[in-house]
């Protein structure tokens, strides 16, 4: 991961992250459940696998906190709508924000330049948090 991915490159790490957030439900085994959904034959045999990373995860922490911040929102729109939501919305979206197809392109890449970017700062904020409480740990030894 690095900022000067190409856009396709991009729409590849995009699109992995989306396969790793459809991966991350079959971490936990579903509840109990009643006796007709149990005669139900299995929708999923095998669950899927994607590779898990630490670099997802501090991604896709970026990407959540980026969409809980008023300045990123038209961005975090354009992003969702191009990687995640994937439905015919994009013209109502152009119209609504008054900007061509290529600027909207943009605006979702620019998006994730900066989920990296900030994800990048949130695993370096997270190393340096692990060191200094191992080195208190060892200090009170």
Known sequence: ?????????????????VWWCYTRRFY??????NI???????KVKEPPNARNSAEMQYFNM???AMFE???HKELAECF??????????VKVLLKEQEIS????????????RKAMSLGRSF??????MRVSCQESAHETM
């Open 1 to 17: 991961m690095n900022d000067r991915m190409s856009d396709k490159e991009l729409d590849a790490y995009c699109e992995e992250w």
């Open 28 to 33: 936990l085994q579903p509840g109990a459940q």
């Open 36 to 42: 007709l959904a149990r005669m139900q034959p299995a």
């Open 62 to 64: 970026a990407i959540h």
């Open 69 to 71: 911040m008023d300045e």
């Open 80 to 89: 969702a709508l191009l990687y995640f939501k994937k439905d015919d919305r």
């Open 101 to 112: 197809r290529k600027t909207y392109y943009n605006r979702a890449r620019s998006f994730v």
């Open 123 to 128: 695993q370096v904020a997270s190393e340096k």
